[in-house]
């Protein structure tokens, strides 16, 4: 399965400052200069979703898990939020409970957190902790889409699958 790399933001997913990264900053030593976050993740915006590209293995702190949960929930109502692990290899137990603690606010607001892109490692790593029980896992960020798209829209996709 290829892997793209993500683009590194060029604005902070939580306080939406332009960012000027210089070539020696690595994903996940930097940090946005105005509010602090570290950059352990770029934002895209769909119709019905707010994307979150991991793009580093830095852990996110408990603030972290705090202040990305509340720009989530600030963007949309309900905070519909795909989790793009892709760049994600292996995933450590703070990780876990960040993802934890991040679903368990976006339900709370009423919004959903779904996790795609997995690689091998990290989908049994999740499933073999019986976390796909309260964690929502799909293969594809297409998949997570499918999701969040209107009834109709699932309706006319099922029915053009059918024909194929």
Known sequence: MSRAIKPWPTECPICGNPLAVGPLQLPGDAACPNCAHVLWFSVRTQANATIADVITGKVPTNQDIVRVSQAFISRASPPNVILNLAGVQLVSSSF?????????????????????????????????????????????????????????????????????
Do not use: H, Y
């Open 96 to 164: 876990i409970a960040g993802l934890i603690a991040l679903n368990k606010r976006i339900n709370d607001a009423k919004g959903k957190l779904v996790l795609c892109e997995l690689t091998p490692v990290v989908r049994e790593t999740l499933t073999g902790a019986k976390l796909d029980r309260i964690l929502t896992l799909v293969e594809k960020e297409s998949d997570a889409m499918a999701i969040f798209s209107p009834p109709d829209a699932r309706i006319e996709r099922a029915t053009a699958l059918d024909a194929c």
